[in-house]
């Protein structure tokens, strides 16, 4: 009996917690769409795009699928452009994006809105006395231009560079925002952020690129143009190796009530912390 | 009565289905594995796949050419046999015809115990251990290159080689040493003349085991071995045929070429491994015909 009694607690204070949460989002839910009870949402949203974001989306999705159990939330990791020309085509309800839309595709007549940012940090053996590059010495460095590190005012060693797998969300980021896709001079190709500053922390030669959230004491972090990245130098834009997430819609198109509430989910302050945990830096 | 056969009946249909279930799975992956892998090796072109020593899978104008797999995985075999091979077979001998009843009874544990170790703790230990001994030793600017990936290999093919060799060379019969012995041979000389040639078959397919074993790790040889699809060097940075499936496959896009490569280069490493059975078998044939 006991038992019994303590479990119809539980079960209130469950419930009404999940009240709670569901009244977050409404609050937050500007649009009309959303202002039937949301248990009543049903029907699946369609997102596909960048696979740097995918991670990011995969988390979100999960709570707002715990929350909202009739619909359905799955992500297509197509790239970037796959992700854009969905939105504009309509075969996805939402498109994203991993780097700001172009003239021509804003003139598509897309909205693109900027949900988060990723900062990639780059490290090096905590035995190097090289403490900041500027951007066009880093490209360098991956490319294979400058092979040592005496170069650029550190010890007479060679440049060893550690990176990701292609496919990698990081390696096409870093690569990307550095201006060195695939001409990268790699001496190790690692499956991990992990595996990555394991490398960088065994060889004093050693240079990679790691999720900004994944650093830690391990490696040292290089400055970029004397600028350290952090959340904050990331958000203001000072930080340079960094690149939006981007969610785009079709302007004047209004999306399903289950996209939209999962649109004002992503923008939302209880998004920030499960982007945060995916590694980049929320917006809110 | 009727019972008993009954039950017979049963349990002779039970054990059909067991052995079913092994040859329905080898037909399965062959079928899926010539379906999955054929595809992307016609598209690409099959010169061009097999022979091509680039593989830029994510450029913007890929390349999916998988030579330096393939040399990378033949060259890391023949490496770890290189080394396995001596210290494998003498160490069978030393077990089966030197050592000390007690000395053996120690070391066969241990050589069973190191079949026994995940392969993942293997790569672990040779990130840590032996990358950084390769890079100081040898001078190099990093120590993950294709001589680290072929130690971990030895140690890793050394079981297979001498389990199957000291059977092999146990069940060499005793008349032939005894009268190799009563010749006025030593002893070694009796091992080396005598017993080993007459065992050779079951050696040979010890070391084509460990063949088998050396071409199809991943897991140790991803973590050693830098990745990095360059053509094969003792000091280079290299990917295996592998590790070529298993680092990319995580993230390739569904019904993307790179992921149909990936398929094919599984498709590739599935007849390197079916070349190796079947040489197997022809050399335990070859044993049992004698």
Redesign the interface.
């Known amino acids: 009996m006991k038992m019994k009694r303590f479990f119809a607690m539980a079960m209130a204070c469950v419930m009404a917690a999940g009240l709670v949460a569901c009244g977050g989002t409404e609050a937050n839910s500007t649009s009309g769409a959303a202002s039937g009870t949301t248990t009543s949402l049903k029907g699946g949203v369609a997102t596909g795009g960048s696979?740097s974001v995918e991670k990011v989306i995969g988390g979100l999705g999960e709570a707002f699928m715990e929350e909202y159990s009739g619909v359905d939330v799955t992500y297509?990791?197509?790239?970037s452009g796959a992700g854009i020309t969905g939105a504009a085509d309509g075969t996805l309800d939402i498109g994203l994006s991993s780097r700001a839309l172009k003239e021509e595709e804003l003139a598509k007549g897309l909205v693109s809105t900027t949900f988060a940012l990723d900062g990639i940090a780059v490290v090096v053996n905590s035995s190097n006395t090289v403490s900041d590059l500027s951007m066009e010495q880093v490209a360098k460095l991956a490319t294979g231009e400058i092979t040592n590190w005496s170069e650029v005012g550190g010890p007479d060693?060679?440049?060893?560079l550690v990176g990701r797998?292609?496919?990698?969300?990081t390696r096409?980021g870093f690569e990307s925002i550095v201006g060195v896709?695939?001409t990268c001079k790699?001496?190790?190709?690692?499956?991990s952020t992990g595996?990555v500053m394991?490398?960088v922390k065994?060889?004093p030669?050693?240079f990679g690129y790691i999720s900004l959230a994944s650093v830690d004491d391990s490696v040292k972090v290089v400055t970029i143009d004397g600028i350290a990245p952090s959340e904050e130098t990331v958000k203001d834009g000072s930080y340079k190796i960094q690149r939006p997430f981007v969610l785009v819609t079709k302007e004047g198109e209004e999306l399903s009530a289950q996209a939209k509430a999962f649109y004002d989910f992503a923008l939302s302050e209880a998004a920030a912390e499960l982007i945060k945990n995916a590694g980049a830096v929320p917006m809110v | 009565m009727k019972l008993k056969q009954r039950i017979e009946q049963i349990m002779n249909l039970v054990f059909f289905v067991c052995g079913m279930v092994s040859i329905a799975a080898v037909a399965l992956i062959t079928v899926y594995m010539v379906w999955a892998g054929l595809p992307a090796i016609l598209k690409i072109g099959p010169v061009d796949f097999l022979l091509g020593t680039v593989w830029k899978s994510t450029a913007s104008e890929p390349e999916f050419g998988i030579l330096p797999f393939i040399m990378t995985s033949v060259w890391g075999m023949f490496g770890a046999l290189l080394l396995g091979v001596p210290v494998g077979v003498f160490t069978a001998v030393f077990l089966s015809k030197l050592a000390p009843p007690k000395v053996a009874a120690a070391v066969r544990p241990a050589v069973e115990l190191l079949a026994g170790i995940p392969s993942v703790v293997y790569g672990l230990i040779g990130m840590i251990v032996l990358v950084p001994a390769v890079m100081d030793i040898f001078g190099l600017k990093s120590g993950s290159c294709l001589l680290s990936a072929i130690l971990v290999l030895t140690i890793m093919v050394l079981p297979n080689i001498i389990s199957v060799s000291e059977t092999a060379l146990r069940a060499v019969p005793k008349e032939y040493e005894e009268a190799s012995l009563g010749l006025g041979a030593t002893w070694i000389e009796t091992v080396f003349k005598v017993s080993i040639p007459a065992a050779k078959s079951g050696i040979v397919a010890g070391i084509v085991l460990g063949a088998g074993r050396a071409v199809g790790e991943a897991m140790a040889v991803m973590m050693v071995a830098g990745n990095v699809a360059n053509m094969p060097g003792l000091f280079k940075s290299v990917r295996f045929l592998t590790t070529a499936v298993a680092s990319e496959m995580s993230y390739a896009a569904d019904g993307s070429l790179q992921k149909q490569a990936l398929f094919s280069i599984g498709l590739v490493l599935f007849v390197f491994i079916m070349f190796i059975n079947w040489a197997l078998h022809a050399f335990l044939k070859r044993g049992e015909d004698r």
């Open positions: 696979t297509d990791p197509t790239g060693a060679p440049v060893v797998e292609a496919g990698s969300g096409d896709a695939d790699y001496e190790q190709e690692l499956t595996a394991a490398a065994a060889n030669n050693a």
